[in-house]
Structures are given as C-alpha cells and as structure tokens.
C-alpha cells in the first residue's frame, strides 16, 4: 500500500473550519485545500488527518497508532506540533516540505520523523516545494549560512570568534521591494557577499598566522639559535677536555684524593652523590670534569651533573659500578649530542629564512576581495540599498502629507477608507517608479 506523508506547513496557516464546511472562496486554508484536492484525485476523506485535530495527548497517541497502521495514510501538520516526539516512521515513503524552517535544526527534524529506526521502507522520497521570485531562496540562502557555520564548528574549522544570529538579519523595505521583483542582482549580490565572507575567514587565517610567524622570527627562533649557538660551542670544549684529560690509567680525585680502584672510587662516589648533605656541591673531579650531585626534585630519581664548560646531567643509578659507567658513557656520546646541537640550529636558522619568506608574502585573494567589495558597492547601490530604509522606499513628509490630503478630500464619501487605500495606493507608486511593478 502507497503512503504518502506531508508533515509539515508551519507558516501555511492552520486549518480555520472542519473539512466538510471547507470552502475555499471564503474561508481558504492550505490543509483543508490539500485534503479537497486529495479527495477529488481518488484518496478515501477518511485516509487523510491533521494533526491539529488530536486536542490532547490521548488523541495524539490514538491517531499516531493509526498512521502507524497504515489506516492513516496522509497526516499534514507544522513543524512544531509534528516536531520531536512524533513517532510514526513505520510505513512512511514520503516526506513533503511546503514551506521553509528558520533552522536546520527544523528542517532535521521534519526529515527525522521518516529517517529513522523503525522505518519498515528501505528508503523513502523527500519533496521540497519552492516558488520562483519568493523569499523561498532568500530562506535557504539563511539555512544554507547557519548549516555552513554550525558544520564549521562542529568539524572545528571556524577561525571567527562570534557570529550574529541570522534570524535577526533586518530587511529594509528596498531589499524587499528588490527580492520580490525577481531582481537578478539579488542572486548575485548573496553570491558575492558569501565570496567575501569566506575570503575574509580566509584573511583572518591569513593574519592569525602571520601574527604567530612575527612573534618566531623576532623572539622564539633567534632564543633557539642563540641556544643552541652555545651549546655547540660548550661541547667542542668539551670534548677537546674529556681527549686532553683521558689517560691510560683510571684515576678520579674525591674529597681532593686521587683513586686508582674503580671498585672503591665507585662507591665512595655512589655514597656522595646520593648524601643531601652534598647537593650542588663539587664531590668529584673525573678527567677535568667536576660530578655533582642535584637537589632531589619530588619523587624523581636522583641526578647529578658532570659540568665541564657546559653542564650534562645522567641519573644516578641504583649500583655505584652502573653510576661511573654512565658517567663514562655520557662523555663518550660528546660528538652525538654535537651533531644533534648542530642540527637543531640548522632547523631553526632553516625555520627563520622560511618565516621570513612568508612573511613577505601578501595575502594571496587581496586583490579579489578587493573587487568584490567593489562589485557589492555597486549592486547595492543599483539596488538603493546604500540609502536609509526611508530614503530607499518614501518620504516620510511626502507620505504623511499625501495621507492627510486623501483622508481631508475623502472623509465624507469613505468615512475614512479611501485614506487606508491611499497609504496602499503610494505604496503601489514607489514600487512602479522604481521600475518593479
């Protein structure tokens, strides 16, 4: 059995008369004149509900179970009252949009009633109704610019840090004038205010990264390459002491006592490096190097320092053998540590030349987001929409005055009417002679 479902008519009006008193030359409504039209094309009266007529939570559920059933096969209702909640997806195979949400949420919802676990079709149509030089596209240019905002966020791409809710976007009279006239200049003129926006995210990008690129080249780079400049140069020396000082015989000086065993100095070593009592004091000198123990930080292990023109530090370890061993070692990675220093200020001298290149570079759409500022000057100033809303639609004394003539010359004859057609009448004039009528 075909279904069909037309959920939603939010700013379509709601029924005004029950469907048998229904008459459209002098009470028309769009359910009702959908419902007559259903009927006349062979849909059973009693097939078709609307879901303005369940007036409580009970008939709500009665008539949900018999959409659910399939013994309701058209149910026409507004966003609000066939929103969230309403569970009748079982048999749907179409969903029909009459009018245009101020949401994407709103517009979510309407196609969740059907897209949705429950649903016994594998699939089902989706009909989106819009007329041609009617605020329909206007409408969907808002959706489209709220979904574009609320996708960049949630994917966490928006470089903007606020946004003004569009549903508060004021028309003046002359872009009304100018939509409803089918003018092509509105088509453009959204086109190009969307252009600039996304050139002017891309700007802001732009800035953002010049900003962190100044803020290297003149404080965090030239930092690294002084770093790393002096470190360079404190291994050299480094290494030129631990080759001048190696002999062929082992010997460290403790306590300003030469040791030959490396069993005895080793402990004595161990016991002096682990001892509070010593902590930033010399306890050693090892071929031209001075080991000295460092302030236990928390619960770290214990470090000490071999500091020769620059400072290496090791962990001491848990056997005084394995502490001389990694001191022995640390001097023997001297050329490893050197080619790692050289390296790294390679990198940053590399990063600096590269920061500075882009910082030379202008922004690459400047030029057009130039001429589309242009452009969109002159759309709105062939649309007036450049002038205030009074300037663009009438003038104010002119209007007033006109009223108060026609009221004055007609108040005998119309008691009043012919100056509320007189206020129509003008607004019928201005949109002629601005060639829309």
């Given at each position: 059995?075909?279904?069909?479902?037309?959920?939603?008519?939010?700013?379509?009006?709601?029924?005004?008369?029950?469907?048998?008193?229904?008459?459209?030359?002098?009470?028309?409504?769009?359910?009702?004149?959908?419902?007559?039209?259903?009927?006349?094309?062979?849909?059973?009266?009693?097939?078709?509900?609307?879901?303005?007529?369940?007036?409580?939570?009970?008939?709500?559920?009665?008539?949900?179970?018999?959409?659910?059933?399939?013994?309701?096969?058209?149910?026409?209702?507004?966003?609000?009252?066939?929103?969230?909640?309403?569970?009748?997806?079982?048999?749907?195979?179409?969903?029909?949009?009459?009018?245009?949400?101020?949401?994407?949420?709103?517009?979510?919802?309407?196609?969740?009633?059907?897209?949705?676990?429950?649903?016994?079709?594998?699939?089902?149509?989706?009909?989106?109704?819009?007329?041609?030089?009617?605020?329909?596209?206007?409408?969907?240019?808002?959706?489209?610019?709220?979904?574009?905002?609320?996708?960049?966020?949630?994917?966490?791409?928006?470089?903007?840090?606020?946004?003004?809710?569009?549903?508060?976007?004021?028309?003046?009279?002359?872009?009304?004038?100018?939509?409803?006239?089918?003018?092509?200049?509105?088509?453009?003129?959204?086109?190009?205010?969307?252009?600039?926006?996304?050139?002017?995210?891309?700007?802001?990008?732009?800035?953002?990264?010049?900003?962190?690129?100044?803020?290297?080249?003149?404080?965090?780079?030239?930092?690294?390459?002084?770093?790393?400049?002096?470190?360079?140069?404190?291994?050299?020396?480094?290494?030129?002491?631990?080759?001048?000082?190696?002999?062929?015989?082992?010997?460290?000086?403790?306590?300003?006592?030469?040791?030959?065993?490396?069993?005895?100095?080793?402990?004595?070593?161990?016991?002096?490096?682990?001892?509070?009592?010593?902590?930033?004091?010399?306890?050693?000198?090892?071929?031209?190097?001075?080991?000295?123990?460092?302030?236990?930080?928390?619960?770290?292990?214990?470090?000490?320092?071999?500091?020769?023109?620059?400072?290496?530090?090791?962990?001491?370890?848990?056997?005084?053998?394995?502490?001389?061993?990694?001191?022995?070692?640390?001097?023997?990675?001297?050329?490893?540590?050197?080619?790692?220093?050289?390296?790294?200020?390679?990198?940053?001298?590399?990063?600096?030349?590269?920061?500075?290149?882009?910082?030379?570079?202008?922004?690459?759409?400047?030029?057009?987001?130039?001429?589309?500022?242009?452009?969109?000057?002159?759309?709105?100033?062939?649309?007036?929409?450049?002038?205030?809303?009074?300037?663009?639609?009438?003038?104010?004394?002119?209007?007033?005055?006109?009223?108060?003539?026609?009221?004055s010359g007609d108040e005998d004859e119309n008691d009043g009417e012919a100056g509320e057609g007189r206020i129509y009448d003008s607004g019928e004039r201005e949109f002629q002679e601005a060639g829309y009528m």
């Amino acid at each position: 059995m075909e279904i069909t479902s037309i959920p939603y008519l939010s700013l379509l009006s709601t029924p005004k008369c029950s469907s048998d008193e229904y008459d459209p030359d002098k009470n028309f409504d769009v359910y009702n004149h959908v419902k007559a039209t259903l009927v006349q094309l062979g849909v059973p009266k009693n097939e078709i509900a609307f879901i303005h007529d369940a007036e409580n939570d009970v008939a709500k559920q009665a008539l949900f179970d018999n959409v659910r059933a399939g013994s309701i096969r058209i149910l026409l209702g507004s966003t609000e009252k066939m929103g969230a909640g309403t569970n009748v997806q079982n048999k749907i195979v179409a969903l029909h949009h009459l009018d245009t949400p101020y949401r994407p949420r709103d517009l979510e919802q309407r196609e969740g009633r059907g897209i949705r676990q429950g649903n016994e079709n594998p699939e089902i149509d989706i009909f989106t109704y819009v007329t041609e030089r009617t605020f329909d596209a206007y409408m969907y240019q808002i959706l489209e610019n709220k979904q574009r905002f609320i996708s960049q966020i949630n994917r966490g791409e928006l470089t903007v840090r606020e946004a003004q809710d569009i549903d508060e976007t004021a028309l003046t009279y002359a872009e009304i004038k100018a939509i409803t006239s089918a003018n092509p200049l509105i088509k453009r003129k959204h086109e190009v205010e969307l252009a600039i926006g996304d050139m002017q995210v891309l700007e802001r990008q732009y800035r953002f990264n010049r900003y962190g690129l100044q803020d290297k080249v003149v404080r965090e780079l030239p930092q690294a390459i002084e770093k790393n400049s002096k470190r360079i140069e404190e291994i050299e020396k480094d290494i030129a002491l631990r080759n001048g000082s190696t002999g062929e015989n082992f010997v460290i000086m403790i306590g300003g006592k030469p040791y030959t065993e490396k069993k005895d100095a080793a402990e004595l070593l161990h016991k002096l490096l682990l001892s509070s009592a010593n902590v930033d004091k010399v306890v050693a000198v090892y071929q031209g190097f001075q080991i000295i123990p460092n302030q236990l930080v928390m619960l770290d292990n214990r470090t000490a320092s071999v500091r020769g023109n620059g400072d290496h530090r090791l962990d001491v370890s848990n056997s005084a053998i394995g502490t001389l061993t990694r001191i022995d070692n640390l001097m023997e990675r001297f050329e490893e540590n050197l080619k790692s220093a050289n390296e790294r200020l390679q990198t940053c001298v590399a990063e600096t030349e590269a920061a500075n290149a882009e910082l030379s570079k202008p922004f690459e759409h400047a030029e057009k987001l130039t001429e589309l500022t242009l452009e969109l000057e002159k759309i709105n100033a062939e649309l007036n929409l450049d002038k205030t809303e009074v300037e663009a639609v009438i003038d104010d004394t002119k209007f007033q005055n006109e009223v108060k003539d026609e009221e004055s010359g007609d108040e005998d004859e119309n008691d009043g009417e012919a100056g509320e057609g007189r206020i129509y009448d003008s607004g019928e004039r201005e949109f002629q002679e601005a060639g829309y009528m």
